[in-house]
């Protein structure tokens, strides 16, 4: 940028757009400086290196702008279940993890087993085959169904090109 660019001759840009062709470094600089901004090196690696003249604090803002709403945050929502879940409790909960997953967030189903309930832990994991077959038109299996100490987990992430903003 202005001082630092050491090539003696460069390909101009003017803050408009239009090349201006062929010039000396000392030229660009004094036409950057006449238009009160910088000249900026745009590809240094060229045969013949093309400066902007632009300016650069705009730029730099512009770009931060720019990627910053490009980024998504996904996080993680968590469902708890239990074995015994009743059919219009799971039904509740399922609408809640279609909506999860519909906005574009990660969904943790988890059944909690309580005592006597790991002797049926095969009830847990068809709790979470149930759900991921209800959940197939809006979601798709991260990880697996498997039971972890007392606990059954499955992860689900949105499809591509079906979440709402």
Do not use: W
Request: with cysteine; aromatic share 4%.
């Amino acid at each position: 940028m202005n001082q630092d660019i050491t090539a003696p001759r460069v390909r101009l840009i003017d803050s408009e757009g239009k090349q201006l062709g062929e010039v000396d470094v000392k030229d660009a600089l004094r036409q950057a400086e006449e238009a009160d901004l910088d000249l900026v090196e745009v590809s240094p690696n060229a045969k013949l290196p093309v400066c902007r003249i632009m300016d650069y604090g705009k730029h730099l803002f512009q770009q931060s702008k720019k990627s910053k709403t490009k980024s998504k945050k996904i996080t993680v929502k968590q469902v708890n279940f239990r074995p015994g879940t009743e059919e219009h409790d799971y039904n509740i909960k399922l609408r809640k993890l279609e909506g999860f997953l519909r906005a574009g967030n990660k969904v943790k189903a988890v059944v909690r087993f309580r005592g006597r309930e790991m002797q049926h832990q095969e009830l847990g994991l068809y709790l979470l085959e149930r759900l991921q077959k209800d959940l197939e038109d809006c979601g798709v299996v991260e990880q697996k169904a498997k039971v972890e100490g007392r606990q059954g987990i499955m992860v689900l992430g949105p499809l591509k090109g079906k979440t709402k903003h």
